[in-house]
């Protein structure tokens, strides 16, 4: 929720949110769309097929559009582009982790919790 705030309020964007395996070739809802935001969540990405199959949808429309993806979203958009994904032995987990931006030398706190990589 705080994602979606963050880009209408701030950015004000127009925002459609879909179920995950929302098909965009079919297009179901004919949302006309400029880019893909792929939200985190939990699970093994792999579980997702469906899914997949409609990023790689998006991936391959020309010309290309902005793809974002954050946590289960980047795992979702690697295995979309032909990369693995494997369950992380214990995970990384925990709360106040410093972030810094290189960009500008600031530093956010941020929540960690992932259970697979890429």
């Known amino acids: 929720y705080n ?13 459609h949110v879909v179920p995950f395996d929302y098909d965009l070739e079919a297009n179901p809802s004919n949302i006309e769309w400029e880019g893909l935001f792929l939200s985190n ?3 093994d990405p792999t579980m997702c097929p469906t899914t997949i199959k409609s990023i790689q ?5 020309e010309p290309p559009r902005p793809i974002f993806g954050i946590c289960l979203g980047n795992q979702l958009l690697a295995l979309a582009a032909g ?5 992380l032995k ?9 972030a810094i931006d ?14 697979f990589a890429v």
């Open 90 to 98: 214990y995970g990384n987990r925990g709360m106040n982790q410093p």
């Open 41 to 43: 969540g939990p699970g």
């Open 3 to 15: 994602i979606i705030c963050y880009l209408v309020d701030t950015h004000k964007l127009e925002l």
């Open 57 to 61: 949808y998006a991936l391959n429309l």
């Open 102 to 115: 290189l960009r500008t030398g600031r530093c956010y706190i941020t929540p960690q919790n992932h259970g």
């Open 83 to 87: 990369a693995k994904t494997y369950k």
